[in-house]
């Protein structure tokens, strides 16, 4: 094993060499500029690996938060006070099919994530997701639903600026289709089909000339285990079962920047529902997080290359 003393040692030796000998002073150029230019694909090999490292990083944060209404539990939810996962709400079937278990966000891709043990794209019983409504001025007031109303009950919107409609699924492709809807004081939604859990409501949007299209998406739907949600979210929903996973790319121009948001999303029949809050970043600069962005790798990259072919041109 060559050692760095023995190395430069080898390196010294030669270079005395080379006044010693005829011949050996071009000899030792073409040797030390090889091995510049062996140092410098190193240093350029090191940079691209150490960007690929951190444009991979894990910039998803689980964004879910408590209800604030207490529910039916079947399972255990790690996370402190949050009680989503391992929970559906009060006076509900209690099993891991009817449960909504996080919301999260990634802040690399602006992805709303939603998790579930419910089955997102065959649904259950006729019963499917609701629509995902956001709240970003803080003024949501308590669901309107009349105490007398039965389900499907159509009601001003208390409060929500804007809305994920979910418009179909396909269980081939494992897709769910939206549009982006952004809704105002007169828009109209529906509450949920049964009435154990009227504090859920509402379950979907109703939509009228009052709204407005902002754009449509596909969600991509995945499988995972709660294992995989622990290694590629870094998210803990506990052991409760098989979950779904959907990912939702929301456009720069869907919710304002630098806001604090409140997202809610309930089953059709109210059965569970799961809240998050996560400010949103500035769409300028949409990576917030500690991961540079690819063209300051790309410029650092840039300058310590000029920098060793200035070297070896000034040698030449």
Known sequence: MVTIDKYYKHVYTTEVQAFKKPGLTQQLQQHMENRERRVGVAIIL???????????????????????????RYGNDPRPT?????????NCVASNEWDLKFL???YSTNQLILGSGFNQLAGKDGIILGDIFFDTNSILTSPSRPVNADGNYKYPNPGFEFCIDIKSSSVENSTLTFDLIGMYSNSIVQSGSLNQNRVADPATIVRTDADKFIGTGVAEVKIMTDDQIRSLLDIDVGNNG????SFFDLPANFLPPNTTVKVKETLTCLNDDVWGQYTTPDYITPDVTAVPEPGNCLATMTFLCSGALIRFRRRK
């Open 242 to 245: 098989k979950n779904y996973v």
């Open 104 to 106: 999260a966000y990634d």
């Open 46 to 72: 090191a940079i691209v690996s150490m960007s690929m490292s951190l444009s991979a990083a894990i910039t998803v944060v689980d964004i879910t938060i408590n209800s604030g209404h207490l529910g039916s």
């Open 82 to 90: 949050i009680n989503a996962s391992g929970w559906v709400n009060p």
